[in-house]
């Protein structure tokens, strides 16, 4: 299968996926993103062949969008999740936000393989997805590093001898810092992530260890393990991926360069392993660091270990209340404490139900947490 479609194209993801496609030779089928873009029509031009969706836009800068480029165009949340379900493709999904949620289910349904990393599929959706995974007979390979890691480290293994998944943590840029020292951190401080280059909302999410918390959620329903047997530790170098504990004391480790075109790539050809982008790895003159994770500065963490047992709509909650409130911190209207402030306001707030049954019950949800937390946002801005 060499098909692809690449879901958020001009993201940090998609723009990565692009090159792995066409080291690997693969065809580019379809491209999407939020809005028309000049990245969006450049990508267009350079894929003459692919069918290009942009989910948001009015009549006149569709018309003019398409008036661009030679590419069939259609636009629309639904064309998205349409490109997605077409049989035979391997789709990138690399959609920020809960938009991604259709467009997984899609594919899977469709039978597809989704190379995941849309981390709100499985946070907001997560029981959803795997249901529409069993039913489709699709693949789900997942492209963040850390569940990555785990997917290799877990292949061939019976999972009854794990004991526990370990997931890694770079610590952000505020590793080793008190809480006092983070009240007057700056977006540009946040953003200066140590190891990895990413968008602007995963990487605020690593600086405040959301992030994290969030990839728990997932792997709690990528791999079908209880909360209690999956542990995050502090990695500096981001050189150890993530790792599975065994019960018989040992332990297998996925390492390599922090270079998402590694687990993109394993996405595209697993089960099959070819020669990739990345640079050669030396352990020569690396040191390893292990820490545990300052739950005291970084509360985020074990807020979403809280919203993952209540279950249902909570996991949902606390990915809108986290975006709306990352968002507003990026446009200086929220300081860096009060990100983690809104969300765990928020998921007091808002209604939560235990079943998650269908799309637009998420969505539902998704959008009464974005009410609550920008109304939050807006009080603890007229009070400061």
Request: charged content about 20%; overall charge negative; aromatic content about 4%.
């Amino acid at each position: 299968m060499s098909q692809v479609v690449v879901l958020g194209a001009t993201g940090s993801i998609g723009r990565q996926a692009l090159d792995v496609i066409a080291h690997l030779g693969f065809t580019v089928d379809g491209l999407a993103a939020n809005r028309p873009s000049p990245e969006l029509a450049e990508l267009a031009q350079r894929h003459p062949g692919a069918e290009v969706v942009v989910a948001t836009g009015d009549d006149e800068v569709a018309r003019d969008f398409a008036s661009r480029i030679d590419n069939p165009v259609r636009f629309g949340r639904e064309a998205v999740a349409e490109m997605a379900s077409r049989p035979g493709r391997i789709v990138v999904n690399g959609i920020v936000g809960a938009a991604g949620l259709r467009a997984t289910i899609a594919g899977l349904e469709a039978g597809n393989r989704v190379a995941l990393a849309n981390k709100e599929s499985l946070v907001a959706g997560g029981p959803l997805v795997m249901d529409a995974l069993a039913a489709g007979n699709g693949e789900l390979i997942p492209v963040d590093s850390e569940h990555s890691a785990l997917h290799q480290c877990l292949e061939g293994e019976d999972p009854s001898s794990v004991l526990r998944l370990i997931l890694t943590a770079s610590g952000g840029p505020f590793r080793g810092r008190a809480r006092a020292d983070l009240v007057s951190v700056t977006v540009e401080e946040a953003l200066a992530h140590p190891t990895w280059k990413m968008g602007g909302r995963i990487t605020i999410d690593s600086a405040t260890l959301m992030n994290k918390g969030l990839e728990v959620i997932e792997a709690h329903h990528l791999f079908g393990f209880d909360l209690d047997r999956i542990d995050v530790v502090v990695h500096p170098q981001s050189i150890v991926h993530s790792a599975v504990h065994f019960v018989d004391g040992g332990i297998k480790a996925h390492l390599g360069h922090p270079d998402m075109r590694i687990p993109i790539q394993y996405a595209l050809t697993y089960p099959e392993r070819v020669s990739g982008l990345g640079e050669p790895f030396s352990f020569v003159g690396r040191t390893l660091e292990f820490e545990e994770v300052d739950r005291e500065t970084f509360p985020a963490v074990d807020l979403a270990y809280e919203a993952a047992r209540r279950g249902g709509t909570a996991p949902c909650v606390l990915n809108a209340a986290d975006e709306m409130a990352v968002e507003a911190f990026l446009a200086g209207k929220l300081g860096f404490l009060g990100i983690v402030e809104i969300v765990e306001a928020t998921l007091e707030r808002a209604g939560w139900e235990r079943e998650l049954s269908s799309v637009e019950q998420v969505l539902a949800a998704d959008a009464e947490a974005r009410a609550i937390a920008s109304e939050l946002i807006a009080s603890a801005r007229s009070s400061s």
